[in-house]
């Protein structure tokens, strides 16, 4: 009898040591920057760690600084290594597309789509005009000069929505408010960035606010002048940069992480489109603590906005907004 018990425990240890194996996974991340650029990269390296911290069993490998033209190649070399590949950058969805059409077994996502790309590619989208329009908000009531300067990245995906989002929340607010726009053409030209921000600064904008990593060139520039101020789009650039950043929106990808991990677990490999949004917990918002730069007045419109957004997603027409 006690042989049968041990026989029954050791099987069911083996079980159980099974269905850890089978839990886990092993995820590739190509970054087109660096893990701890403030911005971009950074949101999702923090959102995978938070995943792992949650119980989540992944085996991470970062692959950072991948230009554009060579993510087919690298793709090709990560191919059937890795449970999962996930690709952080719409500048990779034409090589995405190629390698996952020569590797139909192996599972993608790729970010920032809202399109389904194929039946082993997942996409996330954050509804980013929700974080712009919390942050046009603020802006708008903030300014005391009624000139707002937003340094853009490229006019596509996640920045587009942004953009839009925030000036219609800029023009809501305060309609004497105008805005000054610029591109850089590049999610992480950080120089371009900052001779942007300098132009805006010297044509008199009190507040300024950047999407994508790049942003923290404009950023810099605005923390070394003597007035202007900056809304983030990280948690980071908050922390860092206390003396003139009022408040931040960021993306909590975990919800993107674990939503494609619990897809994968039930079968299913791809064709489908996860939102970040208020709603669903993907996206992060935090105040700066000092009352001189962001009164509290301010701060309790914001948060009105944020809870509406919760209780009601995709109802910000940023898509109704024509640039000037």
């Not at 159980?16 to 660096?34: E, G, H, K, Q, R």
């Not at 950074?42 to 911290?53: F, L, P, T």
Request: aromatic share 8%; glycine share 8%; proline share 4%.
């Amino acid at each position: 009898m006690k042989k049968i018990v041990f026989l029954l425990a050791a099987l069911l240890m083996l079980a159980l040591s099974c269905a850890a194996v089978a839990d886990s996974i092993s995820m590739a991340v190509i970054y087109p920057d660096t893990v701890d650029d403030k911005g971009w990269c950074q949101s999702m390296d923090n959102a995978i760690k938070k995943a792992i911290a949650d119980g989540y069993e992944i085996d991470y490998t970062p692959v950072e600084s991948v230009a554009a033209a060579d993510a087919p190649n690298t793709l090709d070399q990560l191919a059937e290594n890795y449970d999962l590949i996930l690709v952080h950058a719409a500048t990779y969805t034409a090589a995405t597309i190629e390698i996952a059409a020569e590797y139909p077994d192996q599972i993608f996502a790729l970010g920032t789509s809202d399109k389904l790309l194929g039946e082993n590619i997942f996409t996330y989208m954050p509804m980013s005009e929700e974080t712009g329009y919390i942050n046009g908000i603020i802006a708008g009531m903030t300014t005391k000069v009624n000139k707002v300067g937003i340094v853009g990245s490229t006019d596509g995906g996640d920045s587009y929505r942004y953009v839009r989002g925030f000036i219609k929340a800029l023009q809501e607010t305060n309609p004497d408010a105008e805005y000054m726009l610029s591109w850089t053409g590049s999610y992480s030209d950080t120089v371009g960035a900052g001779q942007i921000g300098q132009t805006f600064i010297d044509a008199g904008c009190d507040v300024l606010v950047g999407p994508a990593q790049q942003a923290i060139g404009a950023l810099r520039i605005v923390d070394a002048a003597d007035g202007p101020v900056w809304i983030g789009q990280t948690t980071s650039q908050l922390t860092d940069f206390p003396g003139c950043v009022l408040a931040a929106a960021d993306y909590d990808y975990s919800a993107v992480v674990k939503g494609v991990i619990d897809r994968m677990a039930e079968g299913k490999t791809g064709n489908e489109c996860i939102p970040l949004n208020y709603n669903n917990g993907g996206f992060i918002y935090t105040f700066s603590e000092n009352a001189e730069l962001l009164p509290e007045d301010v701060k309790a419109a914001a948060q009105a906005a944020i809870d509406n957004l919760t209780a009601a997603p995709n109802t910000v027409d940023y898509n109704s907004i024509v640039l000037e």
